[in-house]
C-alpha cells in the first residue's frame, strides 16, 4: 500500500495496514468511518445499528476509565477519531482540567442532535423504509 491514500485498496487482515487506510483516508470517507453505536430504542426506531456522530449528540461511554458516564458532545476530530464529551476532565498536576479525548467506538448514542435539517430528512427516510418493510412483511 502506498503512502497516499488508494481506492484501489480492499482490505487486509493486517491492522498495520488497516490504521493506516484510517489515517490516509480523505474527511468524506473518515466521517463515515466515524459511526457510533446507538442505543436499544434508537435502534427500533432508525432501524441502524450505528450513525455517524456529532456535535451535541447525548451518548454514554461503553469503556475504559468512565464507563458509563453520559454527556453531551463538544466536537469531534475525524483525523484521529475521537470525541470529547462535556464534563469529561482530567486533573493536570498544576490543577486545571483538560477534557479527555474518547475513542468513537466506545461511545454509545442515547440521543441524537436534530437540528440539522439534513439529518432530519435522513432519519424520516430510513422510518419510512422500515415501514414499508414492515407492511410488505405482514401482507406475506
Do not use: C
Amino acid at each position: 500500500m502506498k503512502k497516499r491514500f488508494s481506492n484501489k485498496w480492499i482490505s487486509s487482515k493486517q491492522k498495520r495496514k488497516q490504521r493506516k487506510y484510517r489515517y490516509n483516508a480523505p474527511r468524506h470517507i473518515q466521517y463515515h468511518l466515524s459511526n457510533a453505536n446507538l442505543s436499544k430504542e434508537l435502534r427500533k426506531k432508525y432501524g441502524k445499528r450505528s450513525i455517524s456522530i456529532r456535535k451535541n449528540d447525548v451518548v454514554v461511554i461503553m469503556r475504559g476509565k468512565f464507563k458509563k458516564k453520559s454527556g453531551k458532545v463538544i466536537s469531534v476530530d475525524l483525523k484521529r477519531g475521537v470525541a470529547f464529551i462535556e464534563n469529561i476532565h482530567a486533573n493536570k498536576k498544576d490543577g486545571s482540567k483538560v477534557n479527555v479525548p474518547i475513542h468513537i467506538s466506545n461511545l454509545q448514542i442515547k440521543e441524537l442532535d436534530l437540528t440539522d435539517k439534513k439529518r432530519i430528512k435522513l432519519e424520516d427516510k430510513n422510518i419510512k423504509n422500515i415501514n414499508k418493510e414492515m407492511q410488505g412483511g405482514e401482507k406475506k
